[in-house]
């Protein structure tokens, strides 16, 4: 979960930012918290992509209707 995800990251962050010397168990943790966490944002992000890419599929621009003022008349 996303909530789930953040408190992992602020708690990485924190480690980080304490100035501590991390461990190598410590660092691997982080590094594979990091890692995790890049490839969720890069699937919600692919998700998302591919969401906009099914309600254009017309080949429109997806705020054409906006610059162009006829996004009412559809």
Do not use: N
């Not at 708690?11 to 168990?25: I, R």
């Amino acid at each position: 979960s996303i909530l789930k995800e953040s408190s992992t990251t602020l708690e990485t962050v924190s480690l980080l930012e304490s100035g501590d010397e991390l461990t190598l168990e410590e660092s691997l943790k982080a590094f594979e918290d990091g890692i995790r966490l890049a490839r969720s944002c890069r699937q919600k992000l692919d998700d998302a992509e591919l969401r906009i890419q099914q309600l254009t599929e017309d080949g429109e621009e997806p705020f054409d209707g906006v610059r162009d003022g006829t996004l009412d008349q559809v």
